[in-house]
T-cell receptor, first 113, second 117 residues
């Protein structure tokens, strides 16, 4: 079955560490997205990528970095520069201009310890 | 310091009743709207969508109504069941504009629906 896989489901980070969240899709979607979700708030866009080797900052990109070396993969690195990284992170994908709706992964919950 | 989490709007209904969840959107240029359901600890799942040239669309037990005059969207769930308990998000798609080649989905804060047996 096609879908989006995020791993790990739970991740703990020590102060000053960089951590990388994985997102893989086999839907053959061109566009991929990373969102951050905090309690009681909507989804906020961190980064997005329309095609391989290209990505753009979203609304809250500071302290995060991404890469898009393969169509199927869009990993997110939460760097030590992100001062409040504890949140639920969601990856999504879509076919721009053909299907506006996004397909979401099951999320990664990141906690700073 | 730590920010305090905001409380979501909530709706509590009895099993078997109909539920209506409302959403106000912001941009008159939005051309497409989606409702998502998110269960605790999971990613959002697509429920139903509607294009801006429509006023109403029906699915299985769900209906979406669009009022472009007041920029309002609603989701109606018929015969609500305990399995419908979740957070429901509306999203609006704003088409590509000046300086952007990608349409964007913007998400509302969500409404927590609780169904009591």
């Amino acid at each position: 079955d096609g879908g989006i896989t995020q791993s790990p489901k739970y991740l703990f980070r020590k102060e000053g560490q960089n951590v990388t969240l994985s997102c893989e899709q086999n839907l053959n979607h061109d566009a991929m997205y990373w969102y951050r979700q905090d309690p009681g708030q909507g989804l906020r866009l961190i980064y997005y990528s329309q095609i391989v080797n290209d990505f753009q900052k979203g609304d809250i990109a500071e302290g995060y970095s991404v890469s898009r070396e393969k169509k199927e993969s869009f990993p997110l690195t939460v760097t030590s520069a992100q001062k409040n990284p504890t949140a639920f992170y969601l990856c999504a994908s879509s076919i721009p201009a053909k299907h506006y709706g996004y397909t979401f992964g099951s999320g990664t919950r990141l906690t700073v310890v | 310091g730590e920010s305090v989490g905001l409380h979501l709007p909530t709706l509590s209904v009895q099993e078997g009743d109909n539920s209506i969840i409302n959403c106000a959107y912001s941009n008159s240029a939005s051309d497409y709207f989606i409702w998502y359901k998110q269960e605790s600890g999971k990613g959002p799942q697509f429920i139903i969508d509607i294009r801006s040239n429509m006023d109403k669309r029906q699915g299985q037990r769900v209906t979406v109504l669009l009022n472009k005059t007041v920029k309002h969207l609603s989701l109606q769930i018929a015969a609500t069941q305990p399995g419908d308990s979740a957070v429901y998000f509306c999203a609006e798609n704003i088409p590509p504009g000046r300086g952007s080649t990608l349409g964007r989905l913007y998400f509302g804060r969500g409404t927590q629906l609780t169904v009591w047996p």
